[in-house]
C-alpha cells in the first residue's frame, strides 16, 4: 500500500495504523513525502519497520502521481495507493483481492 502525503501530520497516523488493521495485512506500507514541513517524518518513524518512508523535494501535482515519482520505493508488485487522508476499512485488501488470501 502506497500512502501520498504533504504535511498529513494531522491524519498520517490513522491512515497507517488503519492499512496495519487489515485482515489480509499488506505486504508492505510506503509513505511517499511530498517535501513536508511538518512532523509527517517523525509519525512515519513512530511505527518502525512496518512502514517504509520515502521522502522527495515538493514537487506538487495531485497526490496521486507521487507514488509514480519514487518507484524506487516499492519492492511489490502489487501496490495500491490511497491518500493520508483516507481511513481503510479492514476488509479492503481482501476484498480488492477477492478474498483469495493474496497479499497486496
Known amino acids: 500500500m502506497v500512502i501520498p502525503v504533504y504535511n498529513g501530520e494531522q491524519y498520517l497516523a490513522d491512515a497507517i495504523r488503519s492499512a496495519l488493521r487489515q485482515t489480509i495485512p499488506p505486504r508492505e506500507i510506503i509513505v511517499i513525502d511530498d517535501g513536508s514541513t511538518d512532523r509527517t517524518p517523525q509519525i512515519a518513524a513512530d511505527f518502525g519497520p512496518a512502514v517504509q518512508y520515502c521522502c522527495q523535494e515538493r514537487r506538487g501535482p ?14 511489490k508488485p502489487q501496490t495500491k495507493t490511497y491518500q493520508e487522508t483516507f481511513e481503510f476499512h479492514p476488509q479492503d485488501i481482501a476484498t480488492c483481492r477477492g478474498e483469495r488470501g493474496s497479499r497486496l
Not at 495531485?62 to 519492492?75: H, I, K, M, T, V
Open 62 to 75: 495531485p497526490a496521486g502521481d507521487r507514488p509514480n515519482r519514487c518507484r524506487a520505493c516499492r519492492q
